[in-house]
């Protein structure tokens, strides 16, 4: 209905130069229902609109009618890929109401979940990038490559991608001998196959087309558009929140935090597949210096008085809750704000054509893609307890607004 | 910057005004349960700071946090009733989170705009706005943007008073 | 009698049903290469190891509901399926298959046979504006800027055969050929380069599917054609691929000829033309496992800066030779 | 990419061809959380696990030995909490992964 | 078994649709396609376009945006169309059961042909769905 009336107005309207491509919600690009309305001229881009409550479920609201126990599964389904980030981030915040630390086993666990989470969701990425540009053998590698990786976790976890490990007081499984082993086994097989990635990324020529130059940001813009993750390290800020508020044991294992300095798509692809490279050396750190001992601790179900806030570095950047407690057995409130959220105003720029650079209809779904959105989360949190939500589209002169006031 | 700096230079700055100041610091608040018996440290709760501010202060407290400290990324912004008034509360971070907090009468509500400081902040007053009805004077697009049209003026979602239901099957089901 | 023999070549052999039969096996095969590239298997369980499966979407494709939405303009909407699938079913004709002459041929055909690409293009194009769908119509603008793009290359290096032979008409230069060795082995191995990857753009073949690239415009020009329509174009570019395939041999493999037994010509040059085609099949397949999607700039851009000038290359190279 | 494409022509084809053959290359590792199985005698209706089930799957019914749950797996997320909180040890999530029906009520654990 | 059936059977090609999911039934959908699993072998190809669908595969919990969305698409697939409701939370809602933007169930809104249970399922369940779903074609 709407979408005839838009039809309808796009005629009519001035802009007789201008037509609209919608791009989702329903779209190859996007699996996910956000929805973005591009102004284009001819092939270029001159404007961009941004509709992502299609995916508002009334999480938030549903936190406050569950227990501190089912709600670890509800966050968990905030988003299936970055499931570990968030049930991490929340039990952390739960264990804090509570004052208590969780045995250091534990924390190897989670660690290692986490990296291993990263690791999936990076190489889900990579796939999915390449599927963007078109490149789809690159895309059936990535994947084929990438279920070594699932296999691990579903061995450790029980089921491929929802893991369901971290709880509040530690992890529900122990890890085995025989598990550390094929864990190892395949650390080494991920390893090269990521360094091989690597190289093709670097060396062919139509992937460089593709990417270099495409989706600039530059690291003022990153700033003051309060950009997160592999996003604002692509254009060459060191900001990670493992290394500037260290959790679980970041503060232990030894890592680098990635960055590159082209500014474009082809830098997140870069520092996605190092930062990997990195994972799988923090997984190994984690497997050599385990200690023996107690994977959880017992909690009582309701924390006391407080409150907590709890940052993790998901595979897209920092999350971040916040949960106040009234002494039941629910949450007096808890607020999640993900990294897509915060990413969206950065998104916003690199896809708008400015005077030196400029965007085409064909750049779009790789430069959206290499924020690398994850639009459940995101409408979760921008249309928070909406309920019969509508539309809410980011208008053209909203959006010029918004990014003359950030330039300014 | 630790935190017990931020604390020292916001109490030189401001000084009674502030309302409250509060670090949760490794070790508090242990041990008074009585399921582990061993005391345990909190490592987790490093790194934050809560600083509560009368409404008349607020924009000039966070003016001070980012423009002279360099706290100028906006982590997030939380909204809560919190019975007769409106809890808003800023975070505010790069490397430590500082949380500014304020209240306001549920029935005036009306809290100045921090855009001006941090463009960032747009999507998340509008958020709060849509949600909780807080009017920030001088937002310049301040709009509801999440509740559908038609929806009715006052009623704002995360209230206490309003009463969310799912939404009734549209097909009988089999 | 013979009218009825030329009647049974067109319809039957070497004419529209064995073309139709041969399309639907190079869509598997090209389906079966691609999987086995990526290190899968393809269609399987279609037929034996998924022969049928092309078939068996035609069918399907045949059996569904047709929706013609309400905006289009129906009299091109409805016609031009047929029309592209007519082009490409001509072209097929008038390749060489059974002997040294397709079943059309006469002097000056080389032309014609590339002007009949360039038409199913248009056919292309006019399909996208007719939808009325604002995919259809990036990709039917796509689609004419890439025929831009490579008709001119493409032509260059058909014409620098034409230029070898001496003659713009396929029967002589397969003739040529099959008595004095390949083009490919000869000089004509740019233009053989040239027009595989022009071929490719023609067919919107990754990295040249610029005008359905799936993650940009959904289907682009295909976007609102279904059941009935869907199928004819499918098998539109399945002719299509075979017909530049076979197009591909005859001006550079030396078409059907090869060493034959005098008397079983009727049987081996079928045989050949197959396995040349299917060598030029595994090449095309295999440039599309190769690389990702290049945007329409940069491939107009990577035409005029490359093809265009190697074409002209080509072109004198040729004239140096004869 | 080339010299990957070439190798991967001669090399053994990733697929596993699941449903008709090759079903014991599908590999459900220890622990794998699916399709639930409920022993009705070793349950003592102490409901722990309904009041933990994060999405309602566990209903609480009474038949003639006193209370117990029954299980719709239509809402089940195979978390394995009902599992975890069980004291008696009733409740196991097996590696039964193939849970494919017509009904929405198909799989109801009694 | 009439030829039209035969090719029915043979070739659903499926459209995949995300009403509100939280990704890892759609990476799973996804991967089903991938090397490993290989939904190619079907005949099943994924599409972009509704218009050349058969088999509508939604993952996700129906919310009341998205809700349109659904039906538009629905009513745009040619006949005959399928229905695969991937997931808990399509087939009922699920972990988002009585949250107030969702609906009880992808049923409610549209007819279903068949449901894979699972949170998300494993490729191989999706797998065995659409092969179910298939095998009561070919009784029917
Ligand atoms: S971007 Fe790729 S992987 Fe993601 S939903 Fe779209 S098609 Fe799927
Ligand atoms: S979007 Fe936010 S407020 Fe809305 S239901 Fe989800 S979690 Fe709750
Ligand atoms: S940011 Fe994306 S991946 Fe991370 S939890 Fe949110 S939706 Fe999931
Ligand atoms: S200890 Fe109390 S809260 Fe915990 S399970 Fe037993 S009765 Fe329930
Ligand atoms: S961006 Fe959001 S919806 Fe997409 S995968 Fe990540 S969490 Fe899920
Ligand atoms: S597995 Fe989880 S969702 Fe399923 S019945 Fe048990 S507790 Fe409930
Ligand atoms: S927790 Fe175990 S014993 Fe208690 S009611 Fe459930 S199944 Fe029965
Ligand atoms: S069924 Fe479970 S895994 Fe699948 S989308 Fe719903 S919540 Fe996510």
Redo the contacts between chains.
């Keep these: 209905m709407q979408e005839e009336e838009l039809q309808k107005t796009e005629k009519k309207s001035a802009y007789e130069l201008f037509f609209d491509i919608p791009v989702g919600p329903q779209h190859p690009a996007l699996k996910e229902p956000a929805f973005f309305k591009f102004r284009v001229e001819g092939e270029r881009v001159v404007g961009v609109d941004v509709d992502v409550s299609y995916n508002h479920r009334g999480i938030e609201r549903a936190l406050e009618d ?2 501190y ?6 966050i968990e ?1 905030i988003c299936g890929i970055c499931n570990v980030a968030h049930t991490l981030c929340y039990a952390q915040a739960v264990e804090q109401l509570h004052g208590k630390e969780i045995p250091p086993r534990a924390n190897y666990i989670r660690l290692m979940m986490e990296e291993l989470a990263r690791i999936h969701s990076h190489m889900l990425w990579l796939g999915v990038a390449a599927h963007e540009i078109g490149f789809d ?2 895309f059936m ?1 990535v994947w ?1 490559d990438r ?1 070594v990786v699932m ?1 691990l976790i ?2 450790l ?3 491929r991608v ?1 893991t ?1 490990v971290n709880t509040i007081g530690g992890v ?2 122990d890890v085995s001998n025989e598990a550390k082993d094929k864990v190892k086994k395949g650390m080494n097989v991920l390893e090269e196959r990521l360094k ?1 990635y690597r190289k ?1 990324a670097l060396n ?1 020529p139509t992937v460089n087309a593709r990417c270099s130059g495409v989706g600039i940001l530059k690291p003022k813009d990153a700033i003051r558009l309060c950009a997160v993750g592999p996003t604002l390290r692509a254009s060459g800020v060191k900001n990670d929140v493992r290394k500037d508020d260290p959790y679980t044991l970041h503060d232990e294992v030894p890592f680098n935090v990635i960055t590159f300095d082209t500014m474009d798509v082809f830098a997140r692809v870069l520092v996605r597949i190092d930062e990997t490279l990195e994972s799988v050396n923090m997984v190994r750190y984690c497997l050599d210096h385990m200690p023996n001992g107690d994977v959880r601790i017992k909690l009582p179900l309701s924390p006391p008085v407080g409150e907590a806030i709890s940052r993790v570095e998901a595979p897209r950047g920092e999350l971040i809750h916040y949960a106040r407690s009234n002494g039941t057995k629910n949450p007096e409130r808890y607020k999640v704000r993900t990294p897509t959220f915060e990413n969206l105003p950065s998104v916003s720029e690199m896809l708008t054509s400015k005077s030196d650079y400029e965007v085409n209809i064909a750049d779009i779904p790789i430069i959206l893609a290499s924020i690398d959105p994850c639009f459940s989360c995101t409408a979760r949190m921008e249309f928070r307890d909406v309920s019969k939500g509508k539309t809410w589209i980011w208008s053209l002169k909203e959006l010029k607004a918004h990014c003359s006031k950030s330039r300014r | 910057m630790e935190e017990n700096e931020v604390s020292e230079a916001l109490k030189n700055k401001f000084g009674k005004k502030i309302l409250e100041i509060k670090i949760p610091k490794k070790g508090e608040k242990v041990a008074e349960d009585t399921l582990i018996p061993e005391i345990m440290e909190i490592k987790v709760f490093k790194r934050r700071v809560f600083v509560t501010v009368p409404i008349e202060i607020y924009k000039e407290v966070i003016r001070y946090l980012v423009e002279e400290l360099g706290f100028n990324h906006v982590q997030a912004m939380t909204g809560l009733d919190a019975g007769k008034f409106i809890e808003v509360m800023l975070h505010l971070g790069r490397g430590i989170t500082i949380t500014v907090r304020t209240r306001i009468e549920k029935d005036r509500s009306v809290l100045s705009t921090i855009t001006d400081l941090v463009p960032g902040a747009s999507l998340h007053e509008r958020e709060i706005h849509d949600l909780l009805g807080v009017v920030f004077e001088g937002h310049p697009n301040l709009t509801r943007v999440i509740v559908p049209e038609g929806w009715p003026e006052n009623v704002y979602p995360l209230r206490k008073e309003y009463h969310p239901e799912q939404p009734k099957p549209i097909r009988e089901m ?1 | 009698m013979d009218f009825l023999l030329e009647l049974l070549q067109i319809l039957v052999f070497p004419g529209i049903l064995f073309a139709i039969g041969l399309a639907f096996v190079y869509e598997w095969l090209d389906r079966k290469i691609y999987a ?6 393809g269609p ?2 279609t037929g034996p190891s998924g022969i049928l499966q092309p078939f068996a979407d035609f069918i399907k494709l045949l059996a569904k509901e047709d929706v013609v939405p309400n905006e289009v303009d129906k009299p091109l909407f409805n016609a031009l399926p047929i029309f592209a699938l007519t082009l490409s079913l001509t072209g097929f004709l008038a390749l060489p298959i059974t002997g040294l002459r397709g079943v059309i041929s006469f002097n000056g055909d080389l032309i014609f046979l590339i002007t009949l690409m360039t038409l199913i293009c248009i056919v292309i194009m006019y399909s996208g504006i007719s939808s009325a769908n604002r995919f259809s119509t990036v990709g039917a603008e796509r689609a004419a800027l890439q025929l831009l793009g490579y008709e001119i290359p493409m032509m260059l290096s058909a014409i620098s055969i034409g230029i070898l032979a001496s003659s713009m008409w396929v029967y002589d230069i397969v003739s040529i050929q099959a008595n004095g060795g390949w083009f490919l082995i000869g000089p004509g191995i740019l233009g053989f380069a040239i027009f595989v990857l022009c071929g490719q753009a023609e067919l919107e073949r990754i990295p040249f599917d610029i005008p359905e690239a799936e993650t940009e415009i959904v289907a682009g020009w295909l976007t609102e054609f279904s059941g009935r329509k869907l199928a004819l174009f499918r098998l539109t570019k399945n002719v299509e691929l075979l017909y530049l395939s076979g197009l591909v041999v005859a001006l550079f493999l030396g078409g059907p000829s090869g060493p034959v037994m005098p008397g079983l010509e009727f049987i081996l040059y079928p045989l050949y033309f197959l396995l040349k085609t299917l060598f030029v099949l595994f090449l095309l397949t ?1 440039l599309r ?2 690389f990702a999607r290049l945007r329409i700039d940069q491939m107009v851009n990577f035409s005029w800066k490359y093809l265009v000038p190697l074409a002209i290359l080509q072109v004198l190279i040729v004239r140096l030779v004869v | ?2 010299k ?2 070439q190798k ?2 001669f ?1 053994k ?8 053959k090759e079903r014991e290359r ?2 459900i ?5 699916g399709k639930i199985v409920f022993d009705r005698d070793k349950c003592t209706g102490c409901l722990l696990c309904a ?6 799957a566990c209903e609480i019914v009474t038949d003639e030995k006193g209370k117990r749950p029954i299980f ?10 009902c599992q ?1 909180v069980c004291p008696k040890g009733a409740i196991n ?1 097996t590696k039964e ?8 009520k ?2 109801t654990i009694r | 078994m009439n030829l039209v059936k035969w090719a029915r059977l043979k070739s659903p090609w499926l459209l995949h649709f995300n009403t509100g999911a939280c990704n890892a039934c759609d990476i799973e959908v996804l991967a089903a396609l991938t ?4 939904l190619e ?1 079907f005949g099943a190809l994924l599409k972009a376009s509704p218009r050349h669908a058969d088999v509508l595969v939604v993952t996700g919990p129906v919310t009341r945006q998205v809700k349109d969305r659904l039906l538009r698409v629905y009513n745009q697939m040619p006949d005959p169309k399928f229905v695969v409701a991937v997931g ?1 939370c399509c ?5 988002f ?2 949250c107030y933007n969702v609906y009880p ?1 992808l ?1 409610s809104i549209i007819p ?8 998300p ?2 490729p ?2 999706i ?3 659409v ?3 298939l095998k ?1 074609l070919e009784a029917s």
């Design positions: 569950r227990n126990i089912q709600n670890i599964y509800l389904r053998t690159l590698y084929r279920e296999d579903e061995m976890t029980g089921n929802t369901a529900r499984r091989y093709v062919d | 089999s | 086995r590239l990526q290190n899968r298997v399987l369980y295999t496992a190769l | 990419m080339l990957e494409i991967s022509l090399k084809k990733a697929t596993v061809l699941y449903p008709f599908v590999h590792p220890e622990g794998f959380r009041r933990f089930c994060p999405s309602g719709h797996l239509e809402l089940c997320l195979f978390c394995s909490q975890e999530l992964f193939e849970l494919a029906a017509f009904d929405r198909a799989f | 090397p490993r699993y290989d072998r808990t087939i009922s809602g699920g972990v059961n009585g169930g049923d279903v042909d068949a449901y894979i249970f699972g949170c399922p494993k191989e369940a797998i065995n769905g092969v179910a779903l009561k």
